[in-house]
């Protein structure tokens, strides 16, 4: 099943090139729809949650974004959507089984899905609304490196929860990446921006690249990218 989707980043329609990667956005009413037989087999190992939810906006998010994921892989193949068979790893991560040679990402937010494609690499994306609010007590202290805190303490606090919400969706789309998500100490994550090129992270992390796009006037969309494969 093919869907309108909106390009952030990557593949211009065709094959990714090793090292490639593509980031594509979809809006839920376009996506979260597909007839009674595809669903079961989009969902893959999601279907019991699929079955569980009781919230409807639950059921369309999980029905969108692996549908727009499944394009989104087809297209950076060259093949076709029924051909993409998507899986989870032992922590939840979604992993293709086939095609090969790709690692995928889904992130979602009210009606904003996003992918990443990427081959012969990790990558990870993460979407949040550029205004959700940060600013509870004691919540920046729950992810921010010490040095992050300074900074934003001399910054008024609308400007301040909009850099923690790029701090959050930066931090997150790594964390994804490395399959590992909130287990991880966001403390100890120091993404800094780098002119021209986006943001890196310190020599703990050597070769991954971290950008953040506005889109749709509200949201950002967050994605890290791992080193070449050797």
Known sequence: MDGPDVPVEGAEGGPLAPGGHA?????????????GALTEDVLGPDRQ?????????????????????????AVAAGTQPHRVTVDRDGRGRPVLRAPEGLDVSI??????????????????????ASDRPLLAPGLA??????????????????????????LWTLKEAYTKALGV??????????????????????????????????????????RALGPDAP
């Open 23 to 35: 980031v594509r956005l979809g809006r839920l009413a376009e996506w979260a729809r597909a007839p």
């Open 141 to 166: 202290e729950r992810f921010c490196h010490p040095q992050e805190l300074a900074e934003l303490g001399e910054l008024p606090p609308a400007a301040r929860n909009a850099a923690l919400v790029r």
């Open 49 to 73: 949650r699929y079955r569980a939810t009781r919230e409807p906006v639950v059921q369309e998010r999980l029905l969108g974004s692996r549908l727009l994921l499944r394009h989104a892989v």
């Open 181 to 222: 998500g909130l287990a991880h100490d966001f403390r100890g994550l120091r993404p800094r921006p780098d002119p021209g090129s986006g943001w890196w992270l310190d020599a703990a992390a050597p070769g991954w690249r971290l950008r953040c796009d506005r889109v749709l006037d509200r949201f950002l969309v967050a």
């Open 107 to 128: 992130s979602h937010t009210a009606d904003v899905l996003v992918v990443g494609v990427a081959r012969g690499r990790r990558i990870g994306v993460d979407v949040e």
